[in-house]
């Protein structure tokens, strides 16, 4: 139907079989032309295209903000699905939610059949996360991410988290209470990760790409319910680490911090540096890191060099003996590039006697800058790492000390 005039003519009105007719048409004279372009040609037939192919109303779909992933009593899978609720949203600061849970063999059954319980077909662009419990974990998760990656209709930026609850649903369902959507909470606070460094921030297309990549483990961060005087938050802290695509162990939130440093992917965080009778005294925040690998082969075994620079600002002093008398500046930037040595060393040795996980891409970084000397230890990798001697030099840098250079001094 065309646009009504204010006069109540007519304006421009045609019927659809004449416009198509005159479309088609333009098309024959366009085809009979040799001269006519391709750009003239679809912008011809785009004109009798009169809406999107994939068109859905809103009020058709549930739109999934995030799923948990558990195992039910018969060891079957179970998919709890945080579902946005528009219902009344238009008179709401923000629209609620309600969880739904099937279990099936598979989780494109899952997915298909809980349109029986919502009576809407599942929408998934808006997804943040997806929840996966440890016990699910340990048993392998390409049986669990394969649909997601493969549909068409899902997107390959959601956040991946290991569940350090016993269930991934319970954490899933942590604002019950409230109107809140937990996942697109998560979400946000994935990507202000960054400020504290406690936990890989990991998508699922990147984990995807560990599984795939020869030289590197997978990793996904671990969230748990942090309870206190009796309220109960999310925290994401500490890394699940994996063997091809099954959960092997843990990381705690300080080994995380040095397991991005040593990748060089480390943004921010904070350094807590001792005193000389070994208490806590100081706090470092982490300005900026750069890590370098240098590889080589000695005596038929490789070696490797870790180096790490890190600038930092003094942002506090735990003391009443002031620093500048008892110690100077030089002397914390000292001790604190020990203590980093010693964490990178301990690190790396847990992960080569414990796990044989290459975490940190010591692998990658063979083949991207030694593609010659990769091509020897690639077939057998995990035992190469084993044994792989690892030799660090780390060097920190106090560029600033806030907003004052001396320590709070108590009077008499």
Not at 107 to 132: D, P, Q, Y
Not at 256 to 276: A, H, R, Y
Not at 301 to 316: A, P, W, Y
Request: aromatic letters at 6%; glycine letters at 8%.
């Amino acid at each position: 139907m065309g646009y009504e005039s204010a006069a109540g003519d007519d304006w421009n009105a045609q019927p659809e079989t004449e416009a198509a007719e005159k479309t088609g048409e333009a098309v024959m004279r366009s085809l009979r032309r040799g001269g006519a372009s391709l750009i003239s040609l679809l912008l011809l037939l785009s004109l009798g295209l009169t809406g999107c192919w994939n068109y859905a109303e809103v009020d058709d779909m549930a739109i999934v903000a995030g799923v948990a992933i558990d195992k039910d009593e018969d060891g079957k899978l179970l998919l709890t699905a945080e579902i946005v609720d528009t219902g009344g949203a238009a008179d709401k600061a923000q629209a609620g939610y309600k969880m739904v849970s099937l279990s099936g063999n598979t989780m494109f059954e899952i997915v298909r059949n809980m349109i029986s319980m919502t009576g809407k077909k599942l929408f998934w662009s808006h997804a943040k996360a997806i929840i996966i419990s440890e016990e699910a974990a340990r048993e392998g998760l390409v049986k669990v991410i394969d649909w997601y990656s493969r549909d068409t209709e899902t997107r390959s930026d959601v956040f991946i988290f290991v569940s350090g609850e016993k269930t991934a649903r319970e954490v899933l369902n942590l604002n019950s209470t409230t109107e809140a959507i937990l996942s697109f909470e998560l979400a946000q606070m994935m990507r202000d990760e960054k400020y504290t460094n406690i936990a890989p921030a990991v998508e699922i297309w990147d984990f995807i790409d560990k599984l795939e990549t020869s030289g590197i483990n997978a990793t996904a961060p671990i969230i748990h319910i942090h309870r206190k005087n009796g309220e109960r938050s999310e925290r994401v802290a500490g890394t699940a680490l994996f063997l091809k695509d099954r959960m092997v162990g843990k990381l705690s939130g300080d080994e995380t911090k040095t397991m991005l440093m040593i990748k060089n992917v480390l943004q921010g965080g904070v350094l807590v540096v001792d005193d000389k009778r070994g208490n806590p005294a100081y706090s470092l925040e982490i300005v900026s890191n750069q890590t370098k690998l240098k590889h080589q082969m000695v005596d038929g075994r490789l070696r490797m060099e870790i180096r790490t620079e890190t600038k930092t600002g003094l942002d506090e002093v735990m003391t009443t003996d002031g620093f500048l008398e008892n110690e100077t500046i030089h002397d914390i930037e000292q001790r604190a590039a020990e203590e980093l040595q010693a964490d990178i060393l301990t690190l790396v040795h847990k992960m080569q006697q414990q796990y044989d996980a290459d975490i940190f891409g010591f692998g990658e970084s063979l083949y991207e800058n030694q593609p010659k000397l990769w091509a020897e230890v690639k077939d057998h990798w995990p035992e190469v790492f084993a044994g792989l001697e690892v030799n660090v030099k780390s060097k920190v840098t106090i560029q600033s000390s806030a907003k004052t250079s001396r320590a709070i001094r108590l009077g008499d």
